[in-house]
């Protein structure tokens, strides 16, 4: 089991900056090489990857709508999020998600087994 715990969601205006922390712990975190990422949801929208990295490469992705903008790192046990030059089209829950899957970073939501219960960003005009 994996056990994540988003923070740092927030009110912000448009081209504030924001980071949000995911803290991680739990015995299949610390013996498997696990993929980590950050997916958000708008209302009325589906769950997107925005960002992801493989626990043991460092590898990462970026969603073409954050790259540049927006940097996912982490720590032993923590992952981050720091998000610049926030838009308002950046307004959703984000949840941090870990998956066992092997090669890569998954994007698809369906190959993520544990979440975090989330965290809100807003962000105004």
């Known amino acids: 089991q994996v056990q994540l715990v988003e923070s740092g969601g927030g009110l912000k205006q448009a081209g504030d900056s924001l980071r949000l922390s995911c803290a991680v712990s739990g015995r299949t975190w610390s013996e498997y090489n696990l993929a980590l990422g950050w997916f958000r949801q708008a209302p009325g929208k589906g769950r997107e990857c925005v960002s992801g990295i493989r626990k043991a490469t460092g590898r990462t992705w970026y969603a073409e709508s954050v790259k540049g903008r927006f940097t996912i790192s982490r720590t032993k046990n923590t992952l981050y999020l720091q998000m610049n030059d926030l838009e308002p089209e950046d307004t959703a829950v984000y949840y941090c998600?870990?998956?066992?899957?092997?090669?890569?970073?998954?994007?698809?939501?369906?190959?993520?087994?544990?979440w975090g219960q989330g965290t809100q960003v807003t962000v105004s005009s």
């Open positions: 998600a870990a998956s066992p899957r092997a090669g890569g970073v998954p994007r698809d939501p369906n190959e993520y087994d544990y």
